[in-house]
């Protein structure tokens, strides 16, 4: 039985209100299917409180088929409709379902993106910050060492719990949402120590230098650590946040991985000894040459025909320094006629790529650089798109399965230049 404090208990007990009330019962349940003996107190969320598309809606149309009815029956898995309060904890709004600009050109139409703009009021209405992204941490909310956190998101969690030593497990949108109400979660996985170990060795034999390569790096060792916490030694040095982004986001994808530790680089690593924590030290997995140029032709293993149409770029959301990258690479070029390029970010990094004049770059090339969402979330590509090309390897590895279509996976100058000559021409070098 989940141990209850006295603040907890009177939640529970309806002191402040019906939906605290079912959310802390949805947090009990939880926590005794997981086996957690109490909560941790928190303050930072990410979720998708209460949007859907509008299907959901008229799935709960005898509930009133609005906000109201998604956030009790579904979010809150509550027998009855309650009425929503503003959020208790500091929670933001992870990615959502379209470009609130460009959702024609995303093929949205006029009635979904009406509701997804009363999701949006709504989100924002409940004292939800409207952060729209799967960066949370390059758009206003960074957690610190050690803070309980309840974030969704793969890719977020694991740059949570590695990169700065915040305290998440891969929550759910019913769990995120309760949490937003009642400011606890589990304590259990990841909010423990004991849990933050290490539990293999990626020793690394070859130069890791670029996003590409650490996105290589990461799908390798996802596979090979499938979800346990896998200790990165040898040849690697301090990576930047985007290749920490790019790192962790493949190896979430390719395995389960929810956090990682470097040797000498991330906070609970200063050394080997401290990442594994005295626990066993299972396998080792070698990333050397030849693993290398496996992982390169498994990334593109679903690319036959070189000529692009489509071009992706963004997964994880594209931080201001990528996208003056992107638009250094493409100035004074166009994207091919018969291709486009859409580059994903968040809003807060599209106003500064705009005040900084990249938008304009961008723009003038013909590419798209659009919020919110993705090409995998929101299951828009450009119409009659064939052949895609990434430089991202998450995002290799979902979408060309989603969507049915031929994918490859190179580094960011490759698919600007495949969007530009609408010709793949990506090698190993
Ligand atoms: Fe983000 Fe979409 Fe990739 S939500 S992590 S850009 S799959």
């Not at 598309?53 to 998604?70: F, H, L, S, T």
């Not at 060792?221 to 916490?229: F, L």
């Not at 080997?272 to 030290?281: I, L, P």
């Not at 705009?354 to 979330?377: F, H, N, P, Q, V």
Request: aromatic share 10%; glycine share 10%.
């Amino acid at each position: 039985m989940v141990k209850l404090t006295d603040d907890e208990r009177a939640m529970l007990d309806g002191r402040d209100g019906a939906a605290v009330q079912k959310a802390m019962d949805l947090l009990v349940r939880y926590a005794e299917a997981l086996g957690a003996e109490d909560f941790v107190y928190t303050n930072n969320v990410a979720g998708v409180p209460g949007s859907s598309p509008q299907w959901v809606k008229e799935y709960y149309a005898a509930d009133g088929g609005d906000y109201r009815a998604v956030f009790s029956r579904f979010d809150l898995d509550s027998d009855e409709v309650v009425d929503i309060p503003r959020m208790n904890a500091f929670s933001c709004h992870l990615q959502g379902g379209m470009d609130p600009v460009m959702w024609k050109e995303q093929g949205m139409t006029p009635a979904a993106f009406a509701n997804f703009s009363s999701d949006e009021a709504e989100t924002a209405a409940h004292g939800v910050q409207v952060l729209k992204t799967c960066t949370p941490y390059l758009a206003g909310n960074v957690p610190v060492m050690g803070e309980h956190c309840a974030w969704m998101e793969s890719s977020a969690v694991v740059f949570c719990n590695s990169v700065v030593g915040g305290r998440t497990n891969c929550e759910g949108r019913e769990s995120t949402s309760a949490a937003m109400l009642a400011n606890r979660i589990p304590n259990f996985g990841f909010h423990r120590d004991e849990f933050r170990k290490g539990q293999h060795t990626v020793r690394v034999d070859v130069p890791v230098d670029s996003i590409f390569e650490w996105g290589m790096l990461g799908y390798f060792t996802g596979a090979a650590v499938e979800d346990s916490i896998p200790v990165l030694d040898g040849q690697i040095s301090q990576p930047s946040l985007i290749r920490h982004k790019h790192f962790g986001a493949a190896a979430a994808s390719s395995g389960g991985v929810e956090m990682y530790h470097m040797v000498g680089i991330t906070p609970e690593a200063r050394d080997a000894e401290t990442a594994f924590g005295g626990k066993a030290r299972g396998e080792t997995f070698a990333y050397g040459a030849k693993e290398r140029q496996a992982i390169y032709e498994r990334l593109n293993s679903i690319g036959s025909s070189t000529d692009v149409d489509y071009v992706m770029l963004g997964c994880p959301h594209y931080s201001v320094e990528q996208i003056a990258e992107a638009a250094r690479l493409i100035e004074g070029r166009r994207v091919a006629a018969d291709c486009e390029l859409w580059i994903f970010t968040s809003r807060a990094v599209k106003a500064t790529a705009e005040a900084s004049g990249y938008s304009e770059i961008l723009k003038r090339a013909g590419a798209k650089l659009m919020t919110d969402t993705c090409s995998a979330i929101s299951q828009a590509v450009p119409k009659g798109t064939r052949v895609a090309a990434f430089d991202s390897a998450k995002q290799v590895h979902y979408l060309p399965a989603m969507m049915g279509i031929e994918g490859w996976y190179g580094t960011t100058a490759e698919c600007i230049d495949a969007a530009c000559t609408g010709k793949w021409n990506g090698v190993l070098q």
